[in-house]
């Protein structure tokens, strides 16, 4: 049966889109395969998802070279998860490229969009389904590599620059991994990582695996962008085209922080990072400074795309918070707000990219008056902002719930003090975009009044209302959110 | 250009040699060190050769850039074309064995077709970046597509 090559073909699909796109050459050739291949591979997901929540972890051996000889395909529900979470943000962001995508790429190079797009879900989803510790490796790669060039595609000339600046911080991120994947070999002489967790119960304590503990969480968290390593993250969400920085947003750190999950609490596990030493500690600073120093920043931005962006930065801390706690609660709070967070942020930079189509651009200089230009656009970025702060009835509410009772759940009441304080300050910057909007008067120069494009504005309010739905009734996202939880933690093995 | 005649003889004398010898690399992968990648940046490294000698608008002549663009394309399909194709064949994705009548013929048509895929896709690229290096300042007023 075609359902069991699932873990294989979640990759190779998207990854046989891209060559097949550079053949097609013509815009619109290439975005009929790109949105076929992202349609097909979210079906993968999803049965994949579902398949993984009822009968477990799923094992595939690539070539039939049994693990650990042969490279391992494995996923289970926090993997597929995620791969749920990355594959439908391509098939939202797809069809609304088509027209997202005219006036920021330069039209040769729309193919080439599109074939890079593919690229980078492939690497994106391989990071997820891959049970190999270096073949890891080299999907971080592939998916960066693509990124790279996706960002410098913006027409402003800056991406250049952003760009760069993101493959020089993301090239030293996927180094020190591999230095750690190095040292963990060296000690365990395996890369197979189901292989490596039994062998480094083994090994015990040694400097070996202390260094590749930490070099392994420096890297990764350079990719997440975790506060004081996120300097790469503003410029290149904010000159990246629009539906780029959408799609990155709501799925690159995001996989990032997976694999941080992963290597913290299934391989190395909860009692090597936490309880040996002061990680937790260490995270719960960094996760606050993240919480509020780049909150801070966001407020004093001019240009509602990087308001966004350190918006994200921000964000990220919510979620390396619950990692931080150590418990199941925690880890389920940090799944929560990972797809809450991926769905408020994606939505909100799907509906900038439409205003941006039409204002020409995302400061706030050209927003001023966006209430009665774009009437709707104005309000779903609100709706949209509502949950970025939290307020009842969003989804972000409900993550930040879960975080809180994990708090106290964990005696650590002085937290809730903490995200209600960060909460105010997402209110004070969230309330410089309505006051923006809704309060200034629109610039004489207004080129283009009305609203986006409906190819356009139909993906990004659909994600505006899932905000709102997930806020409601969080029933099927709390409770997968919860087998994620448990299953990074206790880590049960094929088909359990 | 015009009066280095020994280069030029000797590039034509090489030439052929160095492309032989990337072949050779290429399907002696199976039995000593070489292999797909290596033949790649030899074939590569020959074109680069002629158009060092020859001059840009020679090689582009020989190696067409449009061509080099779906080398590129052909590669990586070749390869991922055989994970595909064992699937067809009822084993997992690039398992070889069921590629041919016994588990050793099929080892061997598997390893051949993916290192012709890595043979083209690296050659293309390495060709690829030259061109576009080399052309930098020519292409200028008319911009590549």
Redesign the interface.
Known sequence: MLTQHFPALLVVVPLMAAPLIVFARRSLASWLIALLATAVTFGIAASLLAQTLSDGTISYAMGSWEAPLGIEYRIDAAGAFVAVIVAAMGLIVMPYSRVGIATEVRSEEHYLYYALMMLCLAGLLGILVTGDAFNLFVFLEVSSLATYVLIAMGRDRRALVAAYQYLLMGTIGATLYVIGVGLLYLETGTLNLADMTTRLVEVGDSRGVLAALAFITVGISLKIALFPLHLWLPNAYAYAPSPVSAFLAATATKVSIYVLMRYFFTIFGSTEVFDARATGTILLGLSLAAMFVPAVVAIFQHDMKRLLAYSSVSQIGYITLGISLDSVEGLMASAMHLFNHALTKGGLFLVLGGVVLRCGGAGFDRLAGLGQTMPVAAFAMVVGGLSLIGVPGTAGFISKWYLVSAAMHEGQWWLVGAVLASSLLAVIYVWRFVEVAYFRAPPADHPAPGEAPLSMLLPALAMIAGCVYFGIDATWSSEVAMRVAEVLMYNPGVGQ | MRLDIILRVLAKLLIPFALVFGLYVQFHGDFGPGGGFQAGVIVAAAVIFYALIYGLPAARRVVPTDLV??L???G??LY??V??A??LFG???????VLGADPVSGQHRGIFWVEAGVLITVASVMLKIFYVFAGRRRDAEEPE?
Request: aromatic share 14%.
């Open positions: 663009q779906a590129m394309a052909v990586v399909l991922a074309g994970g595909v064992s699937i084993g997992n994705y690039l398992d070889y064995f597509q």
